[in-house]
């Protein structure tokens, strides 16, 4: 999978935006990033304190651009578009003690052009990186919500690696019906750039009528509209996460599914069976998980988890620029 994101961002290098740039694990990930020259980190704080702690880890970060909120020579320019994005939300004094923050600032770096994509979260909260996409980036046109996916790899028995992804797992805590249908429409788009040809299970504890419920109809309703606005895709549901994935469970529940036995992209009717479910997978089923993707929004914006570790910032750096459009 990397190899494949690798290769991409060779043919286009990007910029990615680190709000946190001084954080060791960040300067690690840049270091091994820079030795790539596929991708250039932009990292955000006061330049004598991130070399010093490059310096400090014995990290070269030679050819990291850095940024520093309070020397900015086009900060004016920033908290005037920044007052236009926010206009009658927030007054310019605002804006400018936002932009003196490390994820305002590099939020808006992506949204005036000076970066590609951006990844925080080390030690800023999920909300602390979600919020200032939402009021700056925004969602893209025909959306209404920022979701998120997971991507699981492990290694299969032929060889190859298994790729699954499943959705929403970490931002929508009870989905409408509306809201499933746009996150199986951004997840469908996110497994492809993974690589992935997705045939999509909408999830449930029950499989073509053989359970009764609210959360049965919203799923069962939800893969109806799913199916009506990309009928392209392949798409199946309600299913039960057995008939989902077993060929022997499929020929019993819904022999007819052109999903049931082979899903490899799920989407779950609430975070409770997201969150569960991947995490499942991730520590029982011995998949590698890459996430939360965040999915909607203009640009690549990802969030870390703030007890993340180099090789993760490294690893979620690729998937973020990954999803830059050529």
Not at 52 to 66: L, M, P, S, T
Not at 226 to 249: C, H, N
Not at 279 to 290: D, H, L, N, W
Request: proline share 5%.
């Amino acid at each position: 999978m990397f190899e494949f994101l690798i290769k991409k961002l060779k043919a286009h290098p990007r910029k990615i935006v680190f709000t946190e740039g001084s954080d060791p694990r960040i300067l690690e990930a840049s270091a091994r990033l820079l030795s790539g020259t596929f991708l250039t980190p932009v990292l955000v704080g006061k330049a004598e304190e991130i070399q010093a702690a490059a310096e400090d880890i014995g990290f070269n970060i030679r050819g990291a651009e850095i940024m520093d909120p309070t020397t900015f020579s086009e900060m004016d320019k920033m908290v005037e578009t920044m007052l236009e994005l926010r206009k009658g939300k927030m007054t310019e004094e605002q804006c400018r003690a936002a932009l003196s923050q490390g994820n305002y600032f590099g939020t808006m770096l992506i949204r005036m052009g000076y970066a590609d994509a951006l990844l925080g979260g080390a030690t800023y909260s999920t909300a602390d990186t979600v919020r200032p996409a939402l009021q700056i980036i925004k969602t893209k046109p025909g959306n209404k919500i920022v979701s998120s996916c997971f991507i699981l790899v492990r290694p299969s028995a032929t060889g190859d690696r298994e790729v699954l992804a499943m959705a929403d797992c970490a931002i929508n805590i009870k989905p409408d019906e509306e809201q499933l249908v746009e996150i199986a429409r951004e997840t469908h788009a996110t497994a492809q750039i993974f690589g992935i040809d997705p045939k999509i299970a909408f999830l449930s504890y029950s499989t073509h009528g053989s359970g009764a419920g609210e959360d049965v109809d919203k799923m069962r309703n939800a893969c109806a509209k799913a199916k009506e606005i990309m009928p392209d895709a392949v798409i199946d549901g309600e299913l039960q996460f057995d008939a989902a994935v077993s060929p022997r469970v499929c020929k019993t529940k819904c022999p007819d599914s052109p999903v049931g036995g082979r899903a490899n992209t799920f989407i779950f009717p609430d975070i409770n069976a997201g969150n569960i479910g991947y995490k499942i997978c991730q520590r029982m089923g011995s998949f590698e998980a890459y996430g939360p993707i965040l999915q909607g929004l203009n640009a690549p914006i990802n969030d870390l988890s703030r007890g993340c570790n180099a090789q993760e910032v490294y690893s979620m750096a690729i998937i973020t620029a990954g999803l830059c459009e050529d």
